[in-house]
């Protein structure tokens, strides 16, 4: 029964913490001065599994980013992110478009984002 209340315990905390970690989507980074979009453009397709400050070093993200029609960018994300020892699945359908015309500065909408999940469903 104690293991039950505390696996019972652990999954709710466990999902209160993704909660709170997917709803901080705001940047507090510069934007690149010498950003150079169609450069970025040309890298497709690609793969990051390095994160230098952040809470969760063990992760893996496959991004695919394209520029359409009317000048905006759209990218797909597809995650594996280790929370407290349980690897949870999400994926985000994004749109943006550059801020202002300030290079390297773009604002993003969050069309879609599929809830996560644990890489067993």
């Known amino acids: ?20 970690y997917f709803e901080n989507r705001n940047c507090h980074r510069n934007a690149m001065a010498d950003f150079k979009l169609d450069q ?30 009317d000048g905006s960018i759209k990218t797909i994300t597809e995650s594996y992110d280790e929370l407290f020892g349980e690897t949870l699945h999400y994926k985000m359908y994004c749109n943006g478009n550059q801020t202002n015309g300030k290079k390297g ?15 067993s469903e």
């Open 105 to 119: 500065e773009f604002f993003f909408r969050l069309q879609q984002c599929k809830r996560p999940k644990r890489k």
């Open 1 to 20: 029964m104690k293991m039950l209340i505390a696996v019972t315990i652990f999954g709710i905390l466990t999902n209160s913490f993704a909660e709170v």
């Open 40 to 69: 970025y453009l040309k890298i497709q397709h690609a793969y990051v599994t390095h994160v230098k400050d952040g809470v969760n070093s063990q992760f893996c993200r496959e991004v695919n980013t394209t520029k359409q029609s």
